[in-house]
């Protein structure tokens, strides 16, 4: 490319991306506060003094003030009222996280403490940085909730949407491949393996306000690979969601569904 031309390119590329950088946070910036937030409540680091745990939080709420300030109208959104709303919350957060670990341990037969379910399990952190993200989205702070959402996908491979509505406890098992979609609403002591879709059964950007994802209620299991599909779709309470099942339809409470499907495996014995 010639300079003229290259000169040319780049200035198109600062014009038509300056505002969007303006109204976007820095995304090492907010991972890194996730990280400190993390750390504060799960510290791997036992803190000497009191005054230095405290330090810590004061710490990264002046960070989340500071990248809230960084993208966002103070016009648009009281950033230090919604600042001191999400930092209220974070016994409310705290507590549900310690049930969510709780029941996981309970789930898992290889868990051998809380502790390790909480430091070391990806279904735990995934869940930990959906209960942040889902209440800052509750404060109607944009796309820092998504940044947060999409980096514990990365890190995880679970994908929740930050504006689903998930109960306390819940256990999500392995969690490679879950995708639990916007609109989905999940209740108390449920159960997800890997593989999991909690969908939309049609992708239009015209139902983007409507309910689009399921209904799963309380003391529901769904295992490995299952597709739920459907804003109508309910999964009744205390239901069994056998694996690699396809659902477009509610199923009654205290239902058990398998996939009855057998793959037939010919061997041929070897006369060699």
Request: some cysteine; proline content about 4%.
């Amino acid at each position: 490319m010639k300079d003229d031309k290259l000169d040319s390119f780049i200035q198109l590329l600062y014009e038509t991306h300056k505002a969007e950088w303006e109204a976007t946070p820095k995304i090492r910036q907010c991972v890194g506060w996730l990280s400190d937030l993390f750390e504060f409540l799960f510290p791997n680091n036992h803190a000497n003094k009191l005054s230095i745990y405290g330090g810590h939080l004061k710490k990264n709420q002046i960070d989340l003030e500071n990248i809230l300030l960084s993208y966002l109208d103070p016009k648009d959104l009281d950033i230090e009222a919604a600042v001191a709303s999400f930092y209220d919350s974070l016994n409310e957060i705290y507590d549900r996280l310690r049930k969510d670990a709780s029941m996981i341990y309970e789930k898992d037969p290889a868990a051998t403490s809380v502790h390790e379910v909480i430091v070391s399990y990806p279904g735990f952190y995934a869940i930990a940085v959906y209960r942040i993200a889902h209440q800052l989205t509750r404060l109607n702070i944009p796309i820092l909730p998504r940044i947060l959402s999409e980096h514990a996908h990365g890190q995880t491979g679970v994908d929740i949407h930050p504006k689903a509505e998930i109960g306390v406890p819940f256990c999500i098992d392995h969690g490679t491949g879950i995708v639990i979609g916007a609109t989905s609403i999940i209740g108390k002591y449920v159960t997800i393996y890997q593989g999991v879709t909690l969908g939309a059964a049609q992708v239009s950007k015209e139902l983007s306000e409507t309910k689009r994802h399921p209904t799963v209620e309380d003391n529901v299991v769904i295992y490995a690979r299952s597709t739920i599909l459907g804003g109508r779709t309910v999964l009744g309470h205390h239901s069994v969601i056998g694996g690699s099942v396809f659902l477009t339809k509610s199923v009654q409470p205290f239902s058990h569904v398998f996939n009855t499907h057998q793959l037939r495996i010919e061997v041929k014995e070897n006369l060699q």
